[in-house]
């Protein structure tokens, strides 16, 4: 007999010899054998920040000490342009340093709005603060992490107002700007951005939080010798006085985090994928690396276009190769930023290969860039879906076996870190700091939700659900209640049920195994209970529960289709079927 449990979330194969004399049992977690993988380091490592919190610090939820709650709401104004020119002159390589203007263009969201209040650290040396519809000057005052600009009157929803903030920017007070080279020197290669989770503040004054989307337009300013790029197209170079300016318009909405400043001494590869330009940066005497390891990215966008049914949504695609990146990817909206540890030859490809890196950050652009979450709680839209098609186009490119060993892999990272601590995958609450949500649930378990999801919808309807909530939230903020509610609209099912004990709830199910073979009747006569502590370990009490779903069962070579009833069997956590079989 061999039992194949495909409880959505897992696969547990069981190989049991079967006799006629007494029932054998075999107990297991969903973790038995299962091979230890490491995702990329750059899905794992995140810059940390802290939450300027607005309220107390609440008692933990769970066993393990206090949780704080994490900002969830909206914002008193919508941004709708920035407009931001960053100068690095040859000497402030040296410092480093750079001195900045943001223009922000933005509609207060309520009546008798007089104080903006931006999300900006004191590393942001504010000069000046203009109000350019009426070229006058505004005043403000640094408060912690925030910027508070009296705008002198009071402004309404149908006003539309645009300040420019001139600053001036250091590496001893800031973060998410930095400078780099191969070699570790003072001779700098690079210079590049980094800002999610809510990095951004701490290199330009903004609106941090994920649900604001704006469109950017960016001026940066450099050496000669540099070449520099942003998100959006290209709209032009100028020199002047040994510097080069370029100038990259967005012309899709984006969140704040998705800002991307890199320059540095690059080369370039130009490709193109039917009429967008796609194009590969690195260092300027190892192309020949950087344009082998990016080889398959044509492929891959043909593929997740395909997979999705959504086209590409934007005007370019590039990635940058950079020096000491300790994030080994970012999915800047056109332009992800790679870790130059990725950069490979053709003699190391049979044991080293780009494309998990690859294929994950460009998935971004699709989930987390053209949709992105609308609070760092459901991040696993982002990142479980990355994750999901990285999966998909190792199916796609070496076969289904590969694919299922890269998901099961990923799943020994989930139940190590939900061993230590359990919790949901959406969770209004943190430690410490946002980077919290950068873990196992958001990436492993993630992935593994829409894996199940596939499996109890089938091929078609999946997909079709993934091309229509695309459709609908393009260029938008998303939670999963919307992604579930589009599912539940294509499958013309209720799945409340699926989410809730998968995203909702922490925990697991382990299983406690028991069959017998009825020779009068010719059945396997299977008993499943579910043995999962329902008070895990930092877990919320009573919050892991039972899980229904449905199950694969293989007796003799025949597929049977059962399900799982878990709290509503008739005896809650132990259930017994009765499979009919020659052998």
């Known amino acids: 007999l061999m039992v194949h449990f495909f409880l959505e979330a897992l696969i547990l194969v069981f190989f049991l010899g079967l006799s006629a004399c007494a029932p054998k049992q075999l107990a ?89 209040s931006l999300d900006s650290s004191p590393a942001n040396q ?70 999610e989770p809510e990095i951004s503040k701490f290199w330009f004054p903004t609106n941090s939080h994920p649900n604001d989307r704006a469109n950017f337009e960016s001026f940066i300013s450099v050496p000669e010798e540099f070449t520099a790029i942003s998100n959006g197209a290209l709209s032009g170079i100028t020199t002047k006085d040994g510097m080069k300016t370029f100038n990259w318009s967005m012309a899709m909405p984006q969140a704040s985090y998705l800002f991307v400043a890199t320059a540095g001494k690059f080369g370039v590869h130009h490709e193109n994928w039917n009429g967008i330009p796609v194009d590969f940066y690195g260092p300027s005497d190892d192309m020949d690396r950087v344009t082998y390891s990016l080889r398959d990215t044509p ?8 997979k999705t049914g959504f086209r590409f949504p934007y005007e370019k695609y590039a990635q940058t190769v950079v020096p000491q990146y300790a994030w080994g990817g970012m999915e800047h909206t056109t332009a992800t930023t790679l870790t130059d540890k990725t950069i490979h030859s053709p003699d190391e490809d049979s044991q080293f290969s780009s494309n998990h890196l690859l294929a994950h950050e460009l998935a971004h652009q699709w989930f987390g860039d053209l949709v992105t979450c609308k609070s760092w709680d459901h991040i696993w839209l982002n990142e479980g879906f990355a994750s999901y098609f990285d999966a998909l186009y190792q199916e796609h490119r070496q076969g289904r076996a590969n694919y299922l060993k890269t998901m099961v892999g990923v799943s020994s990272w989930y139940f190590m870190e939900e061993d230590e601590e359990a919790r949901p995958v959406v969770f209004p609450f943190i430690h410490s700091g946002l980077d919290e949500y950068f873990d196992s649930r958001a990436y492993a378990k993630g992935s593994w939700i829409l894996h199940m999801l596939r499996n109890t919808l089938g091929d078609d309807i999946f997909f079709k659900g993934i091309q229509t909530y695309l ?25 409340y049920w699926f989410f809730d004990q998968w995203v909702m709830k922490p925990g697991y199910p382990h299983f406690l195994i028991d069959y017998a073979w009825d020779m009068h009747t010719k059945e396997v006569v299977l008993t499943v209970k579910q043995t999962q502590d329902l008070n895990q370990p930092g877990g919320i009490p009573g919050s892991t529960p039972l899980f229904e779903g449905p199950i694969d069962v293989e007796v003799a070579g025949k597929l049977f289709h059962i399900n799982l009833y878990g709290k509503n069997a008739a005896v809650p956590g132990t259930e017994i079927f009765r499979l009919a079989s020659e052998k």
């Open 28 to 116: 297991s977690t969903a973790k038995q054998e299962l091979r230890h993988y490491r995702i990329q380091d750059a899905f794992a490592a995140r810059d940390q920040t802290f939450v300027d919190h607005g309220g107390p610090t609440r008692e933990s939820p769970t066993t393990s000490g206090p949780w704080t709650p994490i900002f969830t709401g909206e914002s008193e104004f919508d941004a709708l342009h920035y407009r931001i020119s960053m100068s690095f002159p040859r000497a402030s390589l040296v410092s480093p340093t750079f001195d900045g203007i943001v223009e922000i263009t933005f509609k207060p969201l309520t009546e008798s709005y007089q104080l903006l």
């Open 126 to 195: 504010i000069k000046k603060i203009t109000l350019l519809n009426q070229f006058q000057e505004l005043h403000f005052r640094q408060n912690g992490l925030k910027l508070e600009i009296d705008l002198n009157r009071p402004y309404g929803p149908k006003d539309s107002l645009t300040i420019a903030i001139e600053y001036h920017w250091d590496a001893d007070r800031g973060r998410g700007v930095y400078f780099k080279s191969r070699t570790g020197v003072n001779d700098v290669e690079a210079i590049y951005t980094q800002s």
């Open 299 to 306: 492929d891959m966008l043909t593929f997740i276009s395909s």
């Open 471 to 495: 459709y609908r939230y393009q260029g938008q903020v998303v939670n999963t209640e919307m992604f579930r509610k589009v599912m539940e609209e294509v499958a013309v099912k209720d799945l």
